[in-house]
Structure formats: C-alpha cells, structure tokens
C-alpha cells in the first residue's frame, strides 16, 4: 500500500446484522496506519461491547453537551439512541497520515460527505432480507421486537446504498474481506489523484 501525506477517510455503513465489524477487523487488524474512530452512543452495552473500543457509551446529557460545543464531526438519532463522531481524533489521524475508519449509518455517512466530500463512502450490502433477518436472529441477543425494529430500518437503508461510492455484498466472509480490501486500495487512489499526477511529474 502507497503512503501518502495525508490519510484516506473511509465511512462504512451495513443494517444491523450486515457484518461490519467481523470484515473491518479482518481488513484492518493490526494496521498501526489505520485509526478505527469510535463512535459516542446513548446505548447500552451488549455483552459483546468493550466500551472506549467498540464504542464510547455516554448518558443523553453527555452527547448533548457535545452537541452544543460542536464537538462531532457528525450524529443523528438511530433506533432510539444517539450515535455520534468526535471530530478532534479524526482529523488529527488523517492529518498524521493516517487511513481513518468510521463505522456510522446512513443519515451520518451522507452528513460526512457534506463536510468531508472526498471521504470514501462503503455500504456493505446483505445478499438478501431473508439472510440478514438469520444473522441477526442467530446473535441471540436481540428480542423479536428488536429485531424487526432492527427490519424495518434495514428496509429503509438499503435503497440508499445507491447513493455511496462503493457497495460490497457479504455473501460469504472471504470473498466480502477481498473485495473490501480492493475497494479500499481504489479508495485510496482516487482519493489522492492529484497527489500521484504531481508525483509522475516530479519525478519525470
């Protein structure tokens, strides 16, 4: 992978159950280059959950105040919670030279790009309703309300998936951690374009 100057901000969204964090952490584990920005929720933990790793779980007056102090990069209100991106960390990263990793759903991804429009937007798209609705009944922590609640989002964000740069199906883990991956490096030099032309230049 080509180093740049700056880093390449990538915003993955999936419907719940879509299998985000499993290829994330296999196309991104122990990459001292890549910083996973983590995301403040109303939440609560899942037994899953490490908090200040999967996300940081703060009270509805905590994210509020971040709010008022325009502390996030962006936010918006998910199945009854609030989910958020503290910007501070994210700009450092890239400034650094870092690839910066965001894991949002689809009304924070298209606010990222407002501020941000050459961030890489990725949607990890379930092979069929059918499939995603086993996934997340197989996790066994969800109640059957959850779970259509958890539907019926599914059934809206999907069409959107139109709308990013890239879609990858999951369809079998190996062959959706590949094609994240390719998507990724094309990410990256679309990205950073200009940078290469002058480099060409510069070195002719």
Known sequence: MKNFKKGTLFVVSAPSGGGKGTILKR????????????????????????????????????????????????????CDNYYGTPSAPVFENLNAGKDVVLEIETQGAFNVKKVFPEAALIFLMPPSL???RRRLEKRGTE?????????????????????????????????????????????????HADELVKEVFENA
């Open 130 to 132: 059918k499939e995603l």
């Open 27 to 78: 196309v991104f584990n122990d990459d001292d280059k890549v910083f996973y920005s983590v995301s403040s929720t109303t939440r609560a933990p899942r037994d899953e959950d490490t908090p200040g790793v999967t996300y940081n779980f703060i009270t509805n007056e905590q994210f509020e105040k971040m709010i008022a102090d325009n502390a996030f990069l962006e936010y918006a209100g998910y």
């Open 143 to 191: 109640t059957k309300e959850s779970i259509e609640k958890r539907m019926d989002q599914a059934k809206r964000e999907i069409p959107l998936a139109e709308k990013y740069d890239y879609i990858v199906i999951n369809d079998g883990l190996e062959k959706a951690v590949a094609d994240f991956s390719a998507v990724c490096e094309a990410a990256r030099l679309r990205c």
